[in-house]
T-cell receptor, first 112, second 120 residues
Framework: SQQGEEDPQALSIQEGENATMNCSYE?????LQWYRQNSGRGLVHLIL?????REKHSGRLRVTLDTSKKSSSLLITASRAADTASYFC????????????FGSGTQLTVLP | GAVVSQHPSRVICKSGTSVKIECRSL??????MFWYRQFPKQSLMLMAT?????????EQGVEKDKFLINHASLTLSTLTVTSAHPEDSSFYIC????????????????FGDGTRLSIL
């Protein structure tokens, strides 16, 4: 399966700042999901946005989806040191059996 | 919330050994589970889709005789890496979605904590 692209590959910010990560994909999708992975651990689901939605919020997270550009962004506001992790977007493609195709990931480092 | 348990968390063994990794959904039934492989500082690559009561579906380039998948119940899928070699060293992660009456999308997947496999 073709991986999507994420940028930046790595992002380092100060605590309290906002972090924005972008994701691009190639297929038609049912939904796009964002996951977080701490080093050496499994993935934690953060937020799911459906193909007919344009924006979604969950706590300090804000996700946008532009299906015409096949892109999404994840904004983390008021970042904390504990937000340090890798963040992956994943798409559930139309016609798939619910398999997810993951983006290349963004390594976020929040400095205290 | 839905919990997926993966065991063992870490395996170190000699070349030629077969290694079994278990993936369990603890508080829900999972008709379908997924197995991923992740190399250091890279993303997850889907290896196979594990279907309860039927054969697994493997992604292109994944050897089904090398990576044996068994999904004998609605809460357990196993991945066996047969005759493992150093190039099989990787981080293996499973995921599962809650069982639904039909193939429904727009449900998150729940991931295990992964298994770090190191072949000497």
């Amino acid at each position: 399966s073709q991986q999507g692209e994420e940028d930046p590959q790595a992002l380092s910010i100060q605590e309290g700042e906002n972090a924005t990560m972008n994701c691009s994909y190639e297929t038609s999708i049912n939904n796009l999901q964002w996951y977080r992975q701490n080093s050496g651990r499994g993935l934690v689901h953060l937020i799911l946005i459906r193909s007919n939605e344009r924006e979604k919020h969950s706590g300090r997270l804000r996700v946008t989806l532009d299906t015409s550009k096949k892109s999404s962004s994840l904004l983390i506001t008021a970042s904390r040191a504990a937000d340090t992790a890798s963040y992956f977007c994943a798409t559930d493609a139309v016609g798939s059996a619910r398999q997810l195709t993951f983006g290349s990931g963004t390594q976020l480092t929040v400095l205290p | 919330g839905a919990v997926v348990s993966q065991h063992p968390s870490r395996v170190i063994c000699k070349s030629g050994t077969s290694v079994k990794i278990e993936c369990r959904s603890l508080d829900f039934q999972a008709t379908t589970m997924f197995w991923y492989r992740q190399f250091p500082k890279q993303s997850l690559m889907l290896m196979a889709t594990s279907n309860e009561g039927s054969k697994a579906t493997y992604e292109q380039g994944v050897e089904k005789d090398k990576f044996l998948i068994n999904h004998a119940s609605l809460t357990l899928s196993t991945l066996t890496v047969t005759s493992a070699h150093p190039e099989d060293s990787s981080f293996y992660i499973c995921s599962a979605s809650q069982r639904t009456g039909q193939l429904l999308h727009n449900q998150p997947q729940h991931f295990g904590d992964g298994t770090r496999l190191s072949i000497l």
